[in-house]
Each structure stands twice: as C-alpha cells, then as structure tokens.
C-alpha cells in the first residue's frame, strides 16, 4: 500500500512537473518568437490568389474581383469585375504602378497615395500590397493574453522600428496560441487614436497552413463602414517567372 | 487607303479569332453604357439641352501562345449630325516574343506619366479636356523592347491618313532614383488639313515623375523644331499631395502649370479653343491647371478642377461629383464654367460671327457597367 502510495505520489509529481514545464513553455515564448511562428504561417514566398472585397457603407455594398501574384517583396492585382476589368497595379518594393486599361497606359503613382483607400476600399494599397515580415517593421511585445470567440489568444503589441516607413505606428494583434494565425488586430497612429480594425471571419487549413480566408477591415474613423476580403482561391508557392512583376507584363 | 488598311486589319482579326475555336468559347463581351443629358447656356436666353449617349463595347478574347487579340468599339450619337457614328478604339494584334512585343493594328498610344496636361505625348491633345477625341487610337505598328523590370524602348510607325504619311515615334523609358524618366521623339507627317499644307514637324521630349518627402512631382520639357528659326520650347512642372482627415477621409491636389508658345497651344488644347488662338502666336502663354478630389464616403467624392490662362486671366472651372450606385451603376453630373472677357483664351464669346463659345455647361448621367 505505501509502494502504491509513493508510485502515485511520483505520478503526481510528474504530471505537475510535466503541466508546469508545458505552462512554462508556453509562457517563456518571447514576442518575437510569436510573431515569427505567426509570419512563417501567414507570409510565403510566392502566392497566387482569386479574392473579391465586398466594400459595405450603410445599406449599400459593392463587390469587386481581382486576381493576384505575389512574392516576398513584389505584387500584382488585376480587377476583374466589370466596373474595373483590366485595371492593373504593380508594387515593386515601394513603388505602385497602375495600368489603366482604356487609354493602356503605365502611370507611376505618387507614394502619398500608398495610404489611400485601394479602389475605394477600406484597405489601402498599403494594406493590400505589403509583403514585408512584421518582424523587420515593428519591435513586438507581449501584453496579455485573452480568449477571443473561444480561440485562447496571445495579444502583442507592436511599435514601428526607428526609421521604418510603415502605414501604422503601433499594431495590436491577437494571436492563436494553437493556429498561430492573426485574428483580429488594431491599428493606431503615433497619437494613438485607432484607425482600424481587422477581424478573421474564417479560417481554413490550406497546403499544411491556417490561413485568413475572409476578413473584415473596419475603418475606425468611420460610421458604418467596412470592407470584407475573401479569398476564394488561392496556390502557395507557385512557380512565377521572373519577368512577371515588371513594367512590361503590365502592358 | 485608310479604309483598306481597317479591311486588312479586320479581315486578319477574324483568321485568327475563328480559327481559334477554342479560345473563341472563352470570348467575353463587357463595356460601359452612358446616358447624358447635357445643356449649354450661350446668353441668359439662349440655352441648348439634348440627350447624348454613348457605348464602349469590348470583346476580352484570352491570350494564346503569347499572342493577344484586342477589339474595343466606340459606338455615340454625334451631336453635330445628330447621327449615330463608331469609332474603332482597338482593333489589334500582340506578339510577345522574347525580346520585343509586336502589336500591329488600330491601338491606343498614349505617353501619359501622369500629369493633366502632356506636352510630350506622341498625340498632343489634353487628357483632361476631351477623352473621347479619338486622337489616342491610331492605325499603328508599335515594336517594344523590354531591357529590364523597368526600362524599354518602344518604336512606333502609325499611318493617321493612310499608308503614304507615316508617323513616326521613338520613346525610351527607365527608373532612375525612384523617378521614372522618359525620352520621346515624335516626327508628325505633311499633312492638307482644310486647303492648308501643314509641313512636316519633329519634336523631342523628356518627363520625369517621382515623389519629394510626402509630395508627387512631375515635370516634362519638350522641343519643338521649326524649319526657319530656332525652334519652340514648352515645360510643364506640377505635383500632388494627399491630405488625410481626422474622420478618415482624404482630399487629393494636384496643380501643375505649363509654359508653351501659343502657336503650339491649340494641339494641347484640343480643336475648342482654336478660334481663340489667332492672334500673335511668338507669345508664350502661362497655363495653370489646379484639381482637388475629396472622397465623401467609399461610393462618392466631389472634384473641381479649374483652368487658367496667366496672360490674359480668363479661366474654366469644372465642378464634378460622381457617385456609384451600386456594382455596375454610376452617377456622374459634371459642369464646366467659363470666366474672361470676349477675346480671351477661355473667356465665353457669344458675338455674332464668330466662333461660339458658351459660358457654361453641365452634363447629368448615368453610367452602366457591364
């Protein structure tokens, strides 16, 4: 009976052993490491997506379609829907370029307009287009943790690098403990008022990663508007030739 | 010969569309249906109100085998015949081969880098004034050269009046600091325009565009050669700026002002100003052009450009507001205002015998995507 009651007592003391190094684990994982596992899930080197924005204000809602190629530091949209059919944009590390389809032309756009709402959306172009890893623009630290619609969560902040050009000062993420996919962050300007807030409406496990296939962008600033991306299709990896993301494919 | 030249390019469009009957099943039709009202006020009592409607008709056909087929077809009711009249806008084929894009046939050619004014645009003729004057689409062979991401050199002969005057151009085009430069020679053909002999002209051209802090800025200088002295010069400089409201809502400026020898502002101008004109061409004219766009919500926004002669002070002003409706549904009322005296660049001229020019215009209409 006291062999019985030392193997249990062991027992106990391994699993609180065990609990408490898993517990430990998980809470000694830094900011940085967070974001990683979260960039290395949601960013790729090459993508191929089909994706349409429903763009809500009021009782009113348009939808526009576009297809897209990317990689780590480049894209390129097409829209498809009929109001915009053929209206092209090339983002090459900073620089925006748009085709427009009637007089088929090749204008650069100012960089200003990085900022602007892309094709009237809530999500600007920088929103849309920024391919960079959140690690190299922001400093990132954890400032709770939280269940959010059931999901456990971690929630970091993050503070733009010195010197970094970036569309938000300071991020606020809720991160997956599991999935380590985003699904809701805030975007604040440096005077700290909230600009925006985006939420993940559904999550799909595509090619062994969780990835966003439908959000929601609501501009803060706002009444009664948002827009909702979707992805309906989309390739990681695909293999995109080299010429793709230039001046030349646009035409 | 113009008319042969649009049977051949037809007659090789249809080859290749039917005897790629695969590619014809993907054959998509969309385009763009506008319905105006438009009035214009010549005196207090003398106003002129019709209806104008239009049709931009397309067909997307999918590229083969790094060829590319494009038709577009402008179909509206002249106001001056009060007839339907159409206008093909494209009507061409592409090539892409290794090293150099071929596109022969009826195409857009256009050297926009992003102002409202372009006085080194392959057709001189404004942008802002008048997008419909069909001066864009040309009967053409263009030739582009790909160097790199952002760099190529394109050639172009185009035939405006048939195979015997050829148009020739020849543009250059690269990125250099995060400015984008071009380098463009246009040799326009002889050509009888209205019993009168208009002689061979050349001109040469460079633009750059690129940003300055939180600016836009573009600039472009051209020369335009003259057989008996020294030649024209004319420079454009302007830029843009976005400014970001509190509520989240933007307005964007731009301004830019042109410097050109009036001899040569008729072509920029396009045809409805050419009365104005007349007098003493040596003189340069300072043109001034200005536009704000506010975005009101995700669906409207408000703009007002304005245009302005510095020599003589006369100026338009064109209010606009569009608002889109719902997905293929767009609601657009555009005005222009006419300020200045009777003998002045944009000033409104209602005197008997002469050239009418009125004091306003407004247009109110719907625009149907499809």
Known sequence: ?251 | MKKYFSILILTMMFILLFATTTIFSKVEIGGELNMNLSGVLFRESEALVYPQGSLDLELYIPPFDNNLIKSAVYLYNNPTTGQFDFMFKKLYFKHKFDKLQLTVGRQPISWSFGSMLNPVDFTLGSVVMDEETGSKYQNAIEAYFPINWNSSITAIAAFPNGFENVKWGLRGRTMLEGYDLTLNYVREPEENSAETMIPVSQRIGISAKGDLGPFGIYGALGYYFEDNDDGDLAYLIGGDYSYFFEAGNNIYFQLEYLSIKKDNLSSILGPFFAGNVTNNLNENIGLILGMANYEIDEFSQINLMAISSLNDGSIIVIPGYRNQLSNNLSFNLSTAIYFGKEDTLFGPNVSEGTQKRPKGMISIGLTYSF
């Open chain 1, 1 to 251: 009976m006291r062999k019985v009651k030392g193997f249990l007592l062991i027992g106990i003391i391994m699993s609180i052993l065990f609990s408490s190094l898993m517990v430990i684990t998980a809470v000694e994982m830094t900011a940085e490491e967070i974001i990683n596992k979260r960039d290395n899930n949601e960013y790729f080197d090459t993508a191929q997506m089909e994706a349409e924005m429903i763009i809500v204000s009021g009782s009113r809602k348009i939808t526009k379609t576009m297809v897209a190629l990317t990689d780590k530091k480049n894209s390129l949209a097409e829209f498809t829907n009929s109001q915009d059919r053929g209206t092209k944009f090339l983002k090459r590390e900073d620089d925006l370029w748009m085709f427009f389809p009637d007089a088929e032309e090749i204008i650069k756009i100012s960089g200003h307009m990085l900022n602007q709402g892309m094709m009237g959306s809530d999500f600007s172009y920088q929103d849309v287009m920024e391919s960079d890893k959140l690690t190299d623009l922001y400093d990132f630290k954890i400032i709770k943790e939280e269940e959010l619609d059931g999901r456990p969560c971690y929630v970091l902040e993050g503070i733009a690098r010195e010197g970094v050009k970036v569309s938000y000062y300071r991020r606020v993420s809720w991160i997956d403990k599991e999935r380590f996919i985003g699904l809701k962050e805030e975007l604040y300007a440096q005077s700290g008022r909230l600009l925006k807030e985006i939420k993940v409406n559904k999550i799909e496990e595509i090619e062994g990663r969780w990835v966003s296939i439908d959000s929601v962008m609501e501009n803060k600033l706002r009444k009664d508007t948002y827009t909702e991306f979707i992805i309906t299709q989309i390739n990681f990896n695909p293999e995109i030739p080299e010429e793709t993301f230039s001046l030349q494919n646009l035409r």
